[in-house]
């Protein structure tokens, strides 16, 4: 199974809105509303940031927001800080498995 | 607090076996799926596969299926993830993660510290 396909790299200075994409196929984006989002700052475990395409689990800043249209999900981030600086990846349900982004690097100017 | 905490750094040689765990703390083990997730370094997520250690039923990515064995010890709150030969590219940090909510396999709310697995000769 292929990786979903992210941009290598995003940027945006603070205090504006960044998007980032994610596009698969009707096998695993497309056909599933079980998209979610994980920040991965250096050296440190990934956090879930949007689960269920749009949903933020308690503590996520409200700031981040996801999407989805056909086979494309996306995670929008407004209001960008400085704190936001980090590896995102998607990950996808497959059908009986899961399947992440390659990753994007946020970069905030 | 729940948690999940992974066995040490290993450095292997080719072809060796391996074994490492995730003991999981503060909840009960067997109502939760526990999955792995491994990073090559300088690379991105991929995800492994995940366990219900409550009935040990478990899912693999056609990725590494074959390649690596998920299993689990309900006696002691531990999840594994094991090769019977060690290869080169299995460098990597591996970690184990599991859902906060019943019944799912996903997302990963919770996440081990992760296990550097290193594989040279």
């Known amino acids: 199974q292929s990786a979903l396909t992210q941009p290598r790299s995003v940027s945006g200075s603070p205090g504006q809105s960044v998007t980032i994409s994610c596009t698969g196929t009707s096998s695993d984006v497309g056909g599933y509303n079980y998209v979610s989002w994980y920040q991965q700052h250096p050296g440190k475990a990934p956090k879930v940031m949007i689960y269920d395409v749009t949903k933020r689990p308690s503590g996520v800043p409200d700031r981040f927001s996801g999407s989805k249209s056909g086979n494309t999900a996306s995670l929008t981030i407004s209001g960008l800080q400085a704190e936001d600086e980090a590896d995102y990846y998607c990950?996808?349900?497959?059908?009986?498995?899961?399947?992440f982004g390659g990753g994007t690097k946020l970069t905030v100017l | 607090e729940v948690q999940l905490v992974q066995s040490g750094a290993e450095v292997k040689k080719p072809g060796e076996s391996l074994k490492i765990s995730c003991k999981g703390s503060?909840?009960?083990?067997?109502?939760?799926?526990i999955g792995w997730v491994r990073q090559m370094p300088g690379k991105g997520l991929e995800w492994m596969g995940i366990i219900y250690p409550g009935d040990s039923d478990t899912r693999y990515s056609p990725s590494f299926r074959g390649q690596v064995t998920i299993s689990a010890d309900k006696s002691i709150s531990t999840a594994y993830l094991q090769w019977s030969s060690l290869k080169a590219s299995d460098t990597a940090m591996y970690y184990c993660a599991r859902p906060d909510t019943l019944g799912r396999k996903d997302p990963f709310d919770t996440w081990g510290q992760g296990t550097m697995v290193t594989v040279s000769s």
């Open positions: 503060g909840y009960i083990f067997t109502n939760y799926w």
């Open positions: 990950c996808s349900y497959g059908g009986s498995y899961w399947v």
